[in-house]
């Protein structure tokens, strides 16, 4: 398989070692694209109503603005006319996989209704897709494990959408907040009043007693010294 493989590159059949192309999907060691389409209109498009050009960014230094978030894109929501032609520039600021995903788009353009990018690191790509004409909120989320609960989720807005998603930062709120309630049985009570009780004993303990405790510690300062002058003289 490898000699064939090799054998069709040399032929200029396959035509880079690197970047692959299977269907809907271009690959490299940088990166990924999925079901780009700068050229098909959706059926319900006669023509592109519009050429908009978005640069998204990806990264931790984007979560800061958002409380107990970890990862977003530089921005959550996005707005286009319908049958817009969005060409997107995704930029990766960290040393950490990213994608950029949108979902529920239709099918027989889009396979599993997705359009994919993917920066396995830091990094920059570009693709282009083209947006049908229904008024529709899309999905833009990371879907590494963790990032998109963790802030990378943003939406993408046709004819002004129909509706916020959920638990888009700084947008919407999300169905099921994160609660850690505390199970106050019994033990719970008893273990948070000795704990109470302990953090106050010690420091008074310490304060009533702190001649007694200066006396001590000089005391072992004193042998030490006279025991280190004992070995010096040895
Ligand atoms: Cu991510």
Redesign the pocket.
């Known amino acids: 398989m490898k000699v064939l493989l090799t054998g069709l590159m040399m032929l200029g059949v396959i035509g880079s070692a690197s970047a692959m192309n299977h269907g809907g999907m271009l690959m490299d060691e940088k990166g990924m694209i999925m079901n780009a389409n700068s050229d098909d209109l959706p059926r319900d498009c006669p023509k592109i109503s519009e050429n908009v050009d978005i640069t998204i960014r990806?990264g931790q230094k984007h979560a800061l603005k958002f409380t107990g978030k970890m990862?977003a894109f530089d921005q959550q929501e996005w707005n286009v006319k319908p049958c817009a032609k969005i060409n997107i520039t995704f930029i990766?600021d960290?040393q950490?996989?990213?994608?950029l995903m949108i979902h529920g788009l239709p099918g027989y353009l889009y396979p599993e209704g997705m359009f994919h990018l993917e920066l396995y690191g830091e990094g920059q790509l570009q693709a282009s897709l083209i947006m049908p004409s229904l008024k529709k909120t899309y999905l833009v989320h990371?879907?590494?494990p963790q990032?998109?609960e963790k802030g990378?989720k943003a939406q993408i807005k046709v004819d002004g959408g129909d509706g916020d998603l959920p638990s888009i930062p700084g947008i919407s709120a999300p169905v099921k907040a994160d609660i850690y309630p505390v199970d106050w049985t019994q033990l719970t009570t008893a273990v948070l009043l000795l704990c109470v009780l302990a953090g106050c004993s010690i420091p008074y303990f310490v304060i009533v007693n702190a001649r007694s405790i200066k006396e001590a510690i000089q005391k072992i300062l004193t042998k030490l010294n006279f025991k280190s002058k004992q070995s010096s003289i040895n």
């Open positions: 990806a990862f990766n960290d950490i996989r990213h994608q990371c879907e590494v990032h998109m990378m």
